[in-house]
T-cell receptor, first 112, second 115 residues
Framework: DAGVTQSPTHLIKTRGQQVTLRCSPI?????VSWYQQVLGQGPQFIFQ???????GRGNFPDRFSARQFPNYSSELNVNALLLGDSALYLC???????????FGPGTRLLVL | DQQVKQNSPSLSVQEGRISILNCDYT??????FLWYKKYPAEGPTFLIS?????DKNEDGRFTVFLNKSAKHLSLHIVPSQPGDSAVYFC??????????????FGGGTRVLVKP
């Protein structure tokens, strides 16, 4: 069975631009979470979605938004990119009510 | 305020010996704990977890110990193998939080297993 997939794998943007990252969960998983990992640190929680609704939000500015589609895939959008948004963006999926989250390979974003 | 801390940024161990990774947390609402392993250019891979109602969970070479009174958990890898060389993250969750099953991660411990 396929694991969590994310696209694109790498992305280079300039300050002020907007970016959309995509995630497909493991088949049967209806919950998707997004995390940001800056070099040298652990992942930081951004959002969790299930049943197409936001169920949790971390300490990130309103420039970050997300949505979940009827097929449970998800998109993370970041507007007005800053240099500090350069990071590895990780998507994780889980069963609704399940404790264990399974991560995708991530999208590495570089903002110049 | 770091709610989950891994105080050892790195660990070097000889192949075949035991690796012990430590993790401390401050939030008493955390009731589920997980360990992930991460290779460069890959996402974290789930290793093992433990609920706060237990004090030990074992899966093959991996054992996690939880000391709730000390707010401390550890991961033991026995025997260590060169393929275990990676960054290990401790993560915690409060299952009853309304904000879903958000994971709070430590900063990671880089493990090097020498042949």
């Amino acid at each position: 069975d396929a694991g969590v997939t994310q696209s694109p794998t790498h992305l280079i943007k300039t300050r002020g631009q907007q970016v959309t990252l995509r995630c497909s969960p493991i088949s049967g998983h209806k919950s998707v979470s997004w995390y940001q990992q800056v070099l040298g640190q652990g992942p930081q929680f951004i959002f969790q979605y299930y049943e197409k609704e936001e169920r949790g939000r971390g300490n990130f500015p309103d420039r970050f938004s997300a949505r979940q589609f009827p097929n449970y895939s998800s998109e993370l959008n970041v507007n007005a990119l800053l240099l500090g948004d350069s990071a590895l963006y990780l998507c994780a999926s889980s069963l609704v009510g399940g404790e264990t989250q399974y991560f995708g390979p991530g999208t590495r974003l570089l903002v110049l | 305020d770091q709610q989950v801390k891994q105080n050892s940024p790195s660990l070097s161990v000889q192949e075949g010996r035991i690796s012990i990774l430590n993790c401390d947390y401050t939030n008493s609402m955390f009731d589920y704990f997980l360990w992930y392993k991460k290779y460069p250019a890959e996402g974290p891979t789930f290793l093992i977890s433990i609920s706060s109602i237990k004090d030990k969970n074992e899966d093959g070479r991996f054992t996690v110990f939880l000391n709730k009174s000390a707010k401390h958990l550890s991961l033991h890898i026995v025997p260590s193998q060169p393929g275990d060389s990676a960054v290990y993250f401790c993560a915690a969750m409060a299952l009853l939080y309304a904000a879903g099953n958000k994971l709070t991660f430590g900063g990671g411990t880089r493990v090097l297993v020498k042949p």
